[in-house]
């Protein structure tokens, strides 16, 4: 079970609160997003875009960089971590990035910093047991585009893992991208031996391929295992039925494990069938949902709300998960 960005459902997304709750209520792994600062330290933001999940259009002495850039290929206006060094960072404060939805987790807006990738690691192994290790799930983000700037994110990456002591097949790191280029980049620097790496594949046709037999054996040269979407290992087991023959399966069959993205509770995220009232916010069967995903086999759920996913596996045979 996979905390995404810890539990945001319950608190703001990459916080050390939201970690430290993922924790607590079962989680696996953490999972948090890496992008760059301008000195090249890895920090842990959902995008490298920052005035949804922070204060910084409240600091007047950062106003001259708001900005607008293209990035893998999307036009964005707002500050961005390249612009900032790591200590600027700093001095910004985590805010809720769906007040919307979740109300709640505004009373927390102000409380928490921007972690690095190190601080996220270290977290993971002050909470890990003999019984009950804890690890972190890094995904990359941007890769292409902080290589553009001059940053490549597969050296900078593997540097700090082996600074970390985390760059390793048993380490506390595994390293997930949807970009395959960074991915092939750390098993070339990092060797056969080097950490769990996972493919990220995307909704758009440009993942098709990817989930083709072929194409998961491609996969297995560079990367352990993939993450699709949970809508695209539903609709594949509603082709293919439970049987067999679903992407699930077929992942296992090229010795690949699959983590499936992102469970969230809210209605808005859920199909009809899950939903309860009409509220966008209001909370559906989020445990209905992982039910569905672990009886294809999926061998991890990547979850806002981890206690929801643990509550899941609780509830099946032992032989689904």
Sequence with gaps: M??????????????????????????????????????GVLVVRHENELSLSTDVAEHPEFADRRTTKVVDGAVCTGWFTEDFTHAELRTLRAVERMPELR??????????????????????????TADRPVRVLAELKHPEYFTGLGMPMGALVAAELRRLGAAGAGGTVVVQAFDPAVLRDL??????????????????????????????????????????????????????????????????????TVFCWTLRAENVFLPEHLRRGTAPEGLGDAVGDALALLALGVDGLISDSPDQAVRARTAVPAQLV
């Excluded at 609160?17 to 953490?30: C, K, P, R, T, Y």
């Excluded at 109300?103 to 890990?128: H, K, M």
């Design 2 to 39: 996979i905390g995404h960005r810890g539990a945001p459902a319950y608190r703001p997304e990459h916080t050390r609160a939201s970690f430290e709750l993922a924790v607590d209520q079962g989680a696996d792994l953490i999972e948090p997003d890496v992008v760059l600062s301008r000195d």
């Design 103 to 128: 109300p709640l987790n505004t009373a927390y807006d102000g409380r928490y910093g921007i972690l690095t990738l190190a601080e996220v690691v270290e977290l993971a192994r002050c909470r890990s």
């Design 187 to 256: 098993r070339d620097r990092l060797g056969e031996d080097g950490p769990q790496l996972v493919q990220l594949v995307h909704d758009l046709p440009v993942g098709d391929a990817m989930v083709t037999p072929s194409g998961l054996r491609e996969i297995s040269t560079y990367a352990q295992g993939i993450a699709p979407s949970r809508e695209r290992v539903l609709a594949s087991g509603a082709r293919h039925g439970r049987a067999g023959g679903h992407l699930v399966a077929q992942a296992h069959a090229a010795e690949l």
